[in-house]
């Protein structure tokens, strides 16, 4: 059973800055956000390579760090393991002498033995005798991952795991590394900035911004409906818009965007004046002027391509429909619908697809 992480402590800076963390899970848990919002500043306090001046960092019962008690367990008393987005292998060693650096100590035949047993684990057991060159951006990667596991830490802690790999093997990479994170049984903490990393790997997200906390909660759930605009900001919500609620029915909202009326899903009452959140891949365009095709989706609204920018395989269209929405669709998709500024289009949203903050 994955050991629970509670940590509440705040560090403070003399620029004036001041870094609250709160963290109570197990699993995978990202630290998301801009730079210099905190996210490495809570994974070293967590390491033990910072201290903390108020607040508690305990694992499994055991205390780490306790301000009021003067409790501060240094680095090595602490048992983290700790991966940097360059791997940091040392060049001059095989996988199997990197894999064994953090053994010193142990007989040599245990030291093989286990390093061999990890990279087994990890993958990657036919690598032993080569060396960091001679390994593709993955195998690079289990293998630092596993000079980690060898030492059997009580907490992993991964400071942007795959920011070092290009677009294409990070791709590769995400499904199997959360996959080893699912099973290695102690709780992880992984900082990123990529809001794909975050979903594809973590239980949990935490969103930072200034050295405080915003939103925290399932990954999906927090990318999807954010707390408030600043969330809405760092997740990169494509389409955030002034909206006023004119009416509710049976679970459904009514919100004028400009001259537009779209509908969402709402539980509860919603506030009068509110921001209407919609993220890109939500959106669906058909061809068409205005003839709205008869979908199940409630939101069918006709404009005209503004803007279109092509995003690595996806392509951002803008589009105007009595406010700027944002769509993200395929390439395939963009040249089959033409998609060029001034060609005329119908947005499909889902009601349950619009979010609403509150502007109050």
């Not at 963290?23 to 848990?29: E, K, M, Q, S």
């Not at 080569?130 to 400071?159: M, T």
Request: proline letters at 6%.
């Amino acid at each position: 059973m994955t050991a629970t992480l509670d940590a509440r402590f705040v560090k403070r800076f003399p620029t004036g800055l001041a870094v609250a963390a709160e963290l109570a899970d197990g699993g995978v848990t990202a630290l998301f956000g801009p730079s210099g919002c905190g996210k490495t500043t809570t994974l070293r306090c967590l390491a033990g390579l910072d201290r903390p001046d108020e607040g508690v960092i305990r694992l499994g019962g055991e205390t780490w760090f306790d301000a009021s008690g003067r409790v501060c367990l240094r680095p090595q008393q602490r048992g983290v393991g700790l991966l940097f987005q360059d791997y940091a292998l040392f060049p001059h060693l095989t996988v199997s002498g990197n894999v064994q650096f953090g053994l010193a100590g142990m007989p040599r035949g245990e030291r093989r033995r286990l390093a061999a047993e990890t990279l087994e684990r990890l993958g990657v057991a036919g690598l032993d005798g080569r060396y960091p060159h001679q390994l593709s951006g993955g195998e690079q990667q289990r293998v630092a991952l596993a000079r980690v596991l060898v030492c059997r830490p009580r907490l992993l802690l991964l400071d942007e795991p795959l920011t070092a790999l290009d677009a294409p093997t990070r791709e590769t990479l995400r499904p199997g590394l959360r996959e080893l994170l699912g099973t290695i049984g102690v709780p992880v903490v992984l900082v990123t900035h990529d809001r794909t990393e975050a979903v594809a790997l973590a239980d949990h997200v935490v969103i930072l911004d200034r050295g405080a906390i915003h939103q925290r909660g399932a990954a999906a759930e927090v990318f999807a409906r954010p707390s408030n605009l600043t969330v809405a900001r760092i997740v990169g919500v494509e389409t955030v818009q002034p909206g006023r609620v004119v009416r509710t029915t049976d679970g459904i909202a009514a919100v004028a965007v400009g001259p537009t009326e779209v509908a969402a899903t709402i539980s509860g009452e919603p506030p009068t004046d509110v921001y209407v959140c919609i993220r890109g891949e939500e959106v669906i365009l058909l061809a068409g002027g205005d003839e709205i095709p008869a979908v199940s989706a409630r939101n069918r609204l006709p404009g005209k391509v503004t803007a279109v920018t092509p995003e690595g395989a996806l392509v951002r269209v803008r589009v105007d429909v009595g406010f700027p929405l944002v769509a993200l669709v395929t390439r395939p998709a963009a040249e089959e619908l033409g998609l060029v500024p001034g060609v005329r289009v119908v947005a499909l949203v889902k009601a349950q697809a619009v979010h609403l903050i509150s502007r109050q």
